[in-house]
């Protein structure tokens, strides 16, 4: 069955963001099956941006009892928390009535979960619950993705809750690895990402219409079908078309792509203009310039999601007339072929006059709004951020406007979508299980092939936003010259009242806390901490600053780790500023036993 990523633009009245924490191990044993033992759900209303309730419940473990000291040290989660609380069938209940309580589950159109990755509700929930054969509810099969969603808007690379949160320049509140903390840092990721103007949707599932994970299985499985079906009823090769031509519709080596009964999400423009121009070249060297030999376009519609028209014209280089043995080979394209072409001006020209006749440009003001809006699309920045402004500048011409100044790189479309790095046109096509169709480097096969990637993305829900589009960010940037970090935009901070902070001051128990905490950092565990310190350095030569630094953060943090092992509700119970005074106090002390301890040379007990 043809896998695709449904991605449903729907706004949502409340947001339940959920992050579990499962049993584990240190040596990650494949054999070692996980189970949840924290299930936290943490609701936001996104017309307030305000957390409006919290759900959260321990999960006793039935395959693996007894917590391993990773794992409580990991999550904070403590045995005596696990033995007393319910099983698993027992927690979704309660969770399913409290979410009725709240009336979120009435409607389900108003109210989605959130999650960092797909982990919790599909690796963990999912398979726990198949494992153990438990009946969940279908509001589960679909959430938000927050991590693949924020790294498609923002335009970087997918990264946790804490590297997400600096981004965004906030803190991380909270214990790391807590379920409860967790999902409540994933909801102050949401409502940074609604302050920046993202719109949040469905992104992520487990059903085969929103599954983004392309497994080689998959691939193989679709690949057998297209194979059943090709022998069927096997398909002549698309045939060239000429703008004078009636539109025909997209070429595909499976009816299930034209038949498909999911229908795309609306798009923000009417027509998608696919464009991959074929130059001249050389194996040993790349001639300058380098000279379009070949221009061709095809006109996809976004209602329809086929192609209407196409564009075809091979150029007749000007500096360098012959055409390389290589060039002939790699892109078919002979040299009889370009001594019967057309000047590149021509082509532009005839290029125009097609765009028009299609109601894509004004034919008298080319600035003026045109009958229908589309983008162009390309498989990389190549043809039109550096080929055809190139080949014009050695010439002292401009590129047409309308050109240069707005296009879709497809493969910035299929990263974001399936969420995974491409190598070019033919790795996409194999991670979509598309079979090449023609003969690759010849462009006008090229651009039909790009554009059946194109309406498979278009189908699996990929809209395209001008605001957001990462092409739209090298909008501004000379040619040739991609944005640096330093020039990318970035968000707008996470809106907050920020007000003075007041002095912290500890309550006669709060006290006592830090001193039961200051009373762990002693002589014997400073031993422990230098051996670690040692055994983790190996042959590394570090300066007696550098090993001083490390040791007095090995004991602060194993001190700090013990204590909250023990302390773990009075710790989480503490604010957030007294934690943070508490931890420089513990910092503090770690350093003066450290000095008192050691020469100068280094961590050298005496």
């Not at 007894?66 to 027992?90: H, K, N, S, Y």
């Not at 497994?215 to 698309?238: C, V």
């Amino acid at each position: 069955m043809f896998r695709v990523a449904m991605m449903a633009a729907t706004t949502f009245r409340y947001v339940g963001c959920v992050d579990v924490e499962a049993t584990c191990c240190k040596d990650r044993d494949p054999a070692f099956q996980s189970e949840i033992i924290e299930f936290p759900c943490v609701v936001l209303d996104t017309s307030t941006r305000k957390v409006c309730a919290e759900f959260r419940s321990f999960v006793r473990p039935v395959l693996n009892t007894q917590l391993t000291e990773f794992c409580t040290e990991l999550t904070g989660i403590r045995q005596a928390e696990v033995d007393a609380a319910p099983l698993l069938q027992d927690v979704l209940e309660q969770l399913h009535q409290w979410l009725v309580d709240q009336h979120l589950v009435d409607e389900p159109e108003r109210f989605a979960f959130a999650t960092d990755g797909p982990w919790d509700l599909l690796h963990f929930l999912h398979n726990e619950c198949q494992l153990k054969h438990i009946n969940k509810r279908s509001y589960f099969d679909s959430w938000i993705n927050v991590r693949w969603l924020f790294a498609e808007f923002f335009s970087v690379g997918r990264c946790n809750i804490r590297k997400m949160l600096h981004h965004l320049k906030l803190s991380f509140h909270g214990s790391e690895h807590s379920g409860l903390w967790d999902a409540r840092n994933v909801a102050r990721i949401v409502v940074a990402l609604q302050d920046n103007g993202c719109q949040l949707r469905i992104n992520d599932g487990i059903s085969d219409a929103l599954s983004v994970k392309w497994r080689l299985k998959d691939r193989a499985e679709m690949a057998k079908s297209r194979k059943e079906h090709s022998d069927d009823q096997p398909l002549a090769e698309p045939a060239r078309v000429s703008p004078a031509q009636s539109p025909t519709p997209l070429q595909s080596t499976n009816g299930a792509e034209a038949a498909s009964a999911t229908a795309a999400p609306k798009q923000l423009v009417d027509y998608f203009i696919v464009l991959d121009f074929e130059a001249t070249c050389d194996d040993n060297q790349t001639p300058h310039p380098q000279e379009i030999i070949e221009f061709p376009s095809v006109l996809v519609s976004a209602k329809t999601l086929q192609i209407e028209s196409e564009f075809h014209r091979y150029i007749k280089p000007t500096v360098h007339p012959t055409l390389s043995p290589f060039c002939t080979a790699l892109t078919g394209i002979t040299q009889e072929m370009v001594d019967h072409g057309v000047p590149l001006e021509q082509a532009l020209q005839e290029h125009r006059d097609w765009m028009v006749e299609h109601g894509l440009l004004n034919g008298e003001d080319p600035t003026a709004p045109a009958r229908h809006t589309s983008i162009f699309v390309t498989c990389g920045d190549w043809d039109l951020r550096i080929c055809l402004p190139n080949q014009l500048k050695f010439t002292n011409e401009k590129p047409p406007a309308y050109l240069i100044d707005n296009h879709l790189n497809i493969k910035h479309a299929f990263t974001s979508q399936c969420h995974q790095p491409t190598t070019g046109m033919a790795g996409m096509l194999h991670a979509l299980a598309l079979p090449l169709e023609g003969r690759h480097h010849s462009g006008i096969d090229d651009c039909r092939n790009i554009a059946r990637i194109l309406v498979t993305l278009l189908r699996a829900g990929y809209v395209y936003h001008p605001k957001t589009s990462k092409s739209q960010t090298y909008r501004t940037a000379p040619l040739r010259r991609r944005l640096t970090r330093a020039q990318r935009p970035k968000p707008k901070p996470c809106r907050t009242n920020k007000k003075e902070q007041p002095s912290v001051t500890l309550t006669a128990d709060e006290t006592q806390l830090l001193d039961a905490l200051l009373a762990l950092v002693t002589p014997a565990r400073l031993a422990q901490a230098q051996a670690q310190v040692q055994q983790a350095a190996g042959a590394t030569r570090n300066s007696p600053a550098a090993q001083r630094g490390k040791l007095v953060g090995q004991l602060a943090s194993s001190s700090l780790a013990d204590f909250t092992r023990t302390k773990c509700g009075e710790w989480e119970a503490l604010e957030q500023a007294k934690r943070r005074l508490i931890k420089d106090r513990l910092a503090a002390r770690a350093a003066e036993l450290v000095s008192e301890h050691c020469d100068d040379s280094g961590p050298k007990l005496v």
